[in-house]
């Protein structure tokens, strides 16, 4: 499985070869958060790479700037940054996804120094006023890197950018679904590394690599050893190896409502029309997280949908310690699953992987919970 390899060893670092050879020829901008329309940063030529903190293992520096009260994942970010593990950067785009974020972002324009920095204003709620508003920060975004890097985004661009990038997402989609059947080619913790690798590799060289990948796994033997099929979904989750506990212990990740799993590609890009307005329909009304507010319905309805579609014994939620919106969104989870009979186990967690003997003791029960109902 050698591509499937190539996609695992590049999650496991934030950066790779791709960043190396792409910073001979140009510019890379990290951003925050997947609500940030990549494709405008691409039809400029410049490579986007989402923010990850992979390989952070204490926050001393960044400890001086944000309390121990703030989400971990925006403290080791910001410790990478300080540490100067982000050089390759030219830029960052942030955008208020969430406090946490939008403090970390107040650190990072004051103590990081970063050439180019942007903050997008994304609404809350989904609305046409909203719309506009949103089209209007994407319009604000698209001048300001014209602008910062002396280059023009023509539509034309704009287009080819949005056409590659629905190409990814159909592709990552149908890897994505054939996790449906009784014996999946790839695992989660698998999964997962193709989604967190993907984001920091140009498109049209991971759309031969998905391409790729799928021609390998017509072959592979499928996982049938396991206990349950399990969904997991709450927080920020870029950690192949958190996943891989749950999977040790014969609980398969078979589906996710994460912002580093189908939520990044489920919906697409109209390429028909405007293409800034296109960008702001997608980006505000695509698979809803915790930060939307009236959204609630339709994420328990995405999960449910899933859990049919895919076959799923029990729900994983998992959040971040001081995660206020995934807090809440936890809190209802539990008990409207409750409700539909779908086991539920909630795990809080940090960034920097810890407690992972609790955990295993934790999964270990539900998975016997689980075999109990088959009884
Ligand atoms: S995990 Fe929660 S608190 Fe942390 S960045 Fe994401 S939404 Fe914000």
Same mark, same amino acid.
């Given at each position: 499985?050698?591509?499937?390899?190539?996609? @695992?060893?590049?999650?496991?670092? @934030?950066?790779?070869?791709?960043?190396?050879?792409?910073?001979?020829?140009?510019?890379?901008?990290?951003?925050?958060?997947?609500?940030?329309?990549?494709?405008?940063?691409?039809?400029?030529?410049?490579?986007?790479?989402?923010?990850?903190?992979?390989?952070?293992?204490?926050?001393?520096?960044?400890?001086?700037?944000?309390?121990? !009260?703030?989400?971990?994942?925006?403290?080791?970010?910001?410790?990478?940054? $300080?540490?100067?593990?982000?050089?390759?950067?030219?830029?960052?785009?942030?955008?208020?996804?969430?406090?946490?974020?939008?403090?970390?972002?107040?650190?990072?324009?004051?103590?990081?120094?970063?050439?180019?920095?942007?903050?997008?204003?994304?609404?809350?709620?989904?609305?046409?006023?909203?719309?506009?508003?949103?089209?209007?920060?994407?319009?604000?975004?698209?001048?300001?890197?014209?602008?910062?890097?002396?280059?023009?985004?023509?539509?034309?661009?704009?287009?080819?950018?949005?056409?590659?990038?629905?190409?990814?997402?159909?592709?990552?989609?149908?890897?994505?679904?054939?996790?449906?059947?009784?014996?999946?080619?790839?695992?989660?913790?698998?999964?997962?590394?193709?989604?967190?690798?993907? +984001?920091?590799?140009?498109?049209?060289?991971?759309?031969?690599?998905?391409?790729? $990948?799928?021609?390998?796994?017509?072959?592979?033997?499928?996982?049938?050893?396991?206990?349950?099929?399990?969904?997991?979904?709450?927080?920020?989750?870029?950690?192949?190896?958190?996943?891989?506990?749950?999977?040790? $212990?014969?609980?398969?990740?078979?589906?996710?409502?994460?912002?580093?799993?189908?939520?990044?590609?489920?919906?697409?890009?109209?390429?028909?029309?405007?293409?800034?307005?296109?960008?702001?329909?997608?980006?505000?009304?695509?698979?809803?997280?915790?930060?939307?507010?009236?959204?609630?319905?339709?994420?328990?309805?995405?999960?449910?949908?899933?859990?049919?579609?895919?076959?799923?014994?029990?729900?994983?939620?998992?959040?971040?310690? !001081?995660?206020?919106?995934?807090?809440?969104?936890?809190?209802?989870?539990?008990?409207?699953?409750?409700?539909?009979?779908?086991?539920?186990?909630?795990?809080?967690?940090?960034?920097?992987?810890?407690?992972?003997?609790?955990?295993? +003791?934790?999964?270990?029960?539900?998975?016997?919970? @689980?075999?109990?109902?088959?009884?």
């Amino acid at each position: 499985m050698k591509t499937l390899q190539l996609f @695992i060893e590049a999650s496991h670092s @934030i950066s790779n070869s791709w960043i190396d050879s792409w910073k001979d020829k140009g510019y890379i901008l990290g951003y925050f958060c997947t609500h940030v329309p990549e494709e405008v940063v691409y039809a400029a030529d410049i490579l986007p790479v989402r923010i990850r903190a992979t390989g952070c293992s204490e926050t001393s520096l960044a400890d001086a700037y944000l309390s121990s !009260f703030n989400c971990s994942f925006v403290r080791c970010s910001l410790e990478m940054a $300080l540490g100067k593990k982000y050089h390759f950067l030219d830029g960052v785009v942030s955008c208020n996804s969430c406090d946490h974020i939008r403090r970390g972002y107040d650190v990072w324009k004051h103590k990081v120094g970063i050439p180019y920095k942007h903050f997008l204003q994304v609404p809350r709620i989904i609305n046409d006023e909203a719309l506009g508003t949103f089209r209007h920060e994407i319009g604000g975004m698209k001048e300001s890197l014209e602008e910062y890097f002396n280059i023009d985004i023509s539509e034309e661009k704009l287009r080819e950018s949005i056409n590659v990038y629905n190409d990814v997402r159909k592709l990552m989609k149908e890897l994505y679904g054939t996790r449906k059947n009784g014996s999946p080619k790839i695992s989660g913790s698998e999964f997962m590394s193709v989604i967190t690798a993907s +984001t920091a590799i140009p498109k049209h060289q991971l759309k031969l690599l998905l391409n790729q $990948l799928l021609n390998e796994l017509v072959d592979r033997e499928g996982h049938s050893n396991y206990r349950a099929r399990l969904m997991i979904v709450g927080s920020f989750l870029d950690d192949p190896n958190y996943i891989q506990i749950i999977e040790n $212990l014969g609980g398969l990740i078979v589906a996710d409502a994460l912002c580093y799993g189908s939520r990044y590609f489920w919906d697409l890009v109209e390429e028909k029309g405007d293409p800034i307005n296109n960008l702001a329909e997608r980006y505000l009304k695509k698979v809803p997280c915790a930060r939307m507010i009236g959204e609630h319905d339709n994420r328990i309805k995405y999960v449910m949908d899933t859990v049919k579609e895919f076959d799923v014994d029990g729900v994983v939620f998992q959040r971040m310690k !001081f995660c206020d919106f995934w807090g809440g969104e936890c809190f209802m989870f539990r008990r409207e699953l409750k409700e539909r009979g779908i086991p539920f186990l909630e795990l809080e967690r940090e960034y920097i992987l810890s407690g992972v003997e609790a955990m295993k +003791t934790r999964v270990q029960a539900f998975l016997e919970s @689980i075999e109990a109902r088959r009884l």
